[in-house]
């Protein structure tokens, strides 16, 4: 039985810290690793893009734009990729497909907010098909191969009208 005063931690599991500035025979000693004297080899220094007083490079360039946080990003598919995993027998082109079937077999990694279906390449698969949107020339091809396609996105002029 071990006693509380025989508990250590695994061989090799922890690393006694660097004490810095403790004499030449350290490998760290009198400057601790900071150079020579000046700004930076004191504590306390952050000085990060500053240029000495004169207009710092990331304030003179110009602005434009931003960077919208709430937006929203797409696990996108292309036909030809729905296409390839049926020819590949990853898909069932007969069951319906949505998201986490996708996911199964392998087509897109994960869902992110939604799946978006683009229309790169030719479908000849009569599919049905549930994703949150899907391009004009997507869900016309779909039609055109005879499947049905529907979007879960909630469109803009049904939220005005609520």
Known sequence: MTKL????????????????????????????????????ARSGV??????????????????????????????EVNLWRLEQAIAAGKLDGKAPIDADVLVKAGVIRRVKDGVKLLAKGELTSKLTLTVYSATAAARAAVEKAGGTLTTTKVEAVEEAAA
Do not use: C, W, Y
């Open 5 to 40: 005063n025989d508990l250590a931690p695994r061989e090799g599991s922890t690393k006694n810290r660097m004490r810095v500035g403790r004499g030449p025979g350290s490998g760290k000693g009198k400057t601790a690793g900071r150079g020579v004297k000046g700004q930076k």
């Open 46 to 75: 952050s000085i990060h893009g500053f240029e000495g007083g004169q207009m710092p490079l990331h304030m003179r360039m110009p602005k434009r734009g931003f960077t919208n946080r709430n937006r929203l990003d797409f696990a």
